[in-house]
């Protein structure tokens, strides 16, 4: 069969929950530690599910799409993501501080987003996403100025296929309904009853009060999501005022597994071995962290591996960065082995690296940890849910293969991804996306833009 005869068969079968898909001929990157690498191998879909990866594996009744010459990978998972903000892409690209950002984007624009400009703005990071790999998103929701606008979000995520985490969030600054926090229980019984969903619910809050004191973490929010029984993502963890924040969660018995430290750049020592103890995941934001210059600028990865901690990676904010995880990947791992080299220059210490494969797990199965989505995604293993893509390893820029791993991190880009799954349903095929009509987002994109510019000059003479 044809690529496109095998795109119909699998879009007429897609409800089908015992359908069986077969992958054949690639290189399979499982990033499961029992597993390995498989040259030739293959990988049995059942439905959602992967049910066997290896060699020969029987294929009756499968729909068998062969793969040779390709990798075979889990899908990667981006751990911190303000979607919304998606159409205003690049808009502030040479930002040099926190301020700026926070001056440009969170006070002058965001206050003009109305619920359906925040659809389209995640839908396009939700669909980019995809495009690049990445089949999960944690998308950190702080523009919740009306519960209008966080249904807009949520619909995007699922409207998008994505396996999306829907962090909710108060605006910063601004006009706002103020129905925040309590309209997450409406938002956890309306769209996230089970947690055995794509789309699933945390709450995002700040480490302090500093910026906005009504999204700062402490006892009230800790007790709204354990009634939940929800997660809690926390960003601006940085610096000695989160790290303060940090024992004095300690103290008051707030930390747990529940957390997920967003950044955790330029934290003591005894923060980090508080959130090493209560198992709070973290999240670093490489390409943020570094070009916008958070703090001491230096994404902390040796901090976290010092204290046991494997973090995951993320985008963060695409007004002023990449979209892409092959660029956290590539940004990490520079800047790790710079500085590993550069502190041993002189001596006779021996500089401790990380390799390709460090970044490449945190980009799929330690960033599917830091979710606490592991048990369903983040590795290519028989049980986990189908959330994987294909490289070509064959394209100009990728051939010959010779280290798998090596060329997801250093050598392929988004043009390479030939097709991308999630819950083994197909959502870039060919690599193309599937199912979007991508001059019908253009044009809705632009809309957004043009109507969110009107409306700057009177949010503008409000404040």
């Keep these: 069969m044809n690529a496109d005869s095998i795109l119909d068969a699998l879009t007429r079968s897609a409800a089908d ?3 069986l898909v077969l992958l054949r001929g690639a290189t399979v990157v499982t990033m499961d530690p029992a597993l390995g690498n498989i040259d030739g191998g293959e990988v049995l879909i059942r439905g959602a599910r992967i049910v066997e990866v290896g060699r020969d594996l029987p294929a009756a009744d499968a729909l068998v799409a062969d793969v040779t010459g390709g990798v075979v990978a889990p899908g990667m998972v981006d751990t ?3 979607a919304w903000q998606a159409q205003m892409r690049r808009t502030i690209p040479d930002v040099d501080d926190l301020a700026g950002y926070l001056r440009s984007t969170l006070l002058h624009v965001a206050p003009a987003y109305a619920p359906d400009d925040v659809y389209i703005g995640t839908r396009l990071a939700a669909l980019t996403a995809l495009d690049g790999g990445i089949t999960t998103m944690l998308d950190f929701s702080h523009n919740a100025r009306t519960p209008a606008h966080s249904d807009a979000a949520i619909t995007a995520l699922a409207d998008s296929g994505i396996r999306g985490v829907h962090a909710s969030m108060a605006p910063h600054f601004g006009d706002w309904d103020g129905q925040w926090p309590a309209d997450l229980a409406r938002l956890r019984s309306t769209y996230v009853p089970s947690d055995d969903q794509l789309v699933t619910l945390r709450l995002a809050a700040l480490a302090t009060g500093d910026i906005a004191r009504h999204v700062a973490y402490g006892p009230e929010l800790a007790r709204i999501a354990a009634d939940l029984d929800i997660g809690v993502s926390l960003d601006v963890m940085f610096g000695q005022a989160a790290s303060q924040a940090i024992l004095s969660w300690q103290s008051q018995g707030l930390l747990g597994e529940h957390l997920e430290s967003i950044h955790s750049t330029a934290l003591s020592a005894d923060a980090w071995a508080a959130m ?13 962290d570094a070009q916008i210059g958070l703090e001491d600028a230096v994404p902390p990865v040796d901090e976290a591996l010092a204290h046991g901690i494997r973090p995951g990676l993320s ?3 695409e007004v002023a960065l990449a979209s892409d995880m092959f660029t956290q990947m590539r940004a990490l791992l520079a800047i790790q082995r710079m500085r590993a080299v550069n502190a ?3 001596t006779r210490r021996d500089p401790i690296r990380i390799t390709t494969r460090d970044v490449f797990d945190f980009a799929t199965l330690s960033g599917a940890r830091t979710l606490r989505l592991d048990d369903r995604t983040g590795s290519i293993t028989p049980g986990k849910q189908a959330d994987l893509i294909v490289v070509d390893a064959e394209a100009i820029n990728t051939m010959p293969l010779h280290d798998a791993v090596g060329t997801l991190v250093l050598g392929a880009d988004r043009s390479n991804i030939t097709s991308v799954w ?3 349903q197909v959502r870039k095929w060919d690599g193309e996306l599937v199912g979007v009509d991508v001059d019908s987002l253009r044009a809705r994109v632009h809309d957004s833009v043009a109507a969110i510019t009107e409306r700057l000059p009177a949010t503008e003479a409000r404040r």
């Design 344 to 346: 041993a220059y002189g």
């Design 422 to 424: 999630v819950a083994g």
């Design 276 to 288: 090493r103890d209560h198992g709070v995941t973290v999240s670093l934001a490489p390409t943020s």
């Design 80 to 82: 911190h993501r303000h």
């Design 17 to 19: 929950p015992g359908r």
């Design 315 to 317: 985008v963060d904010v």
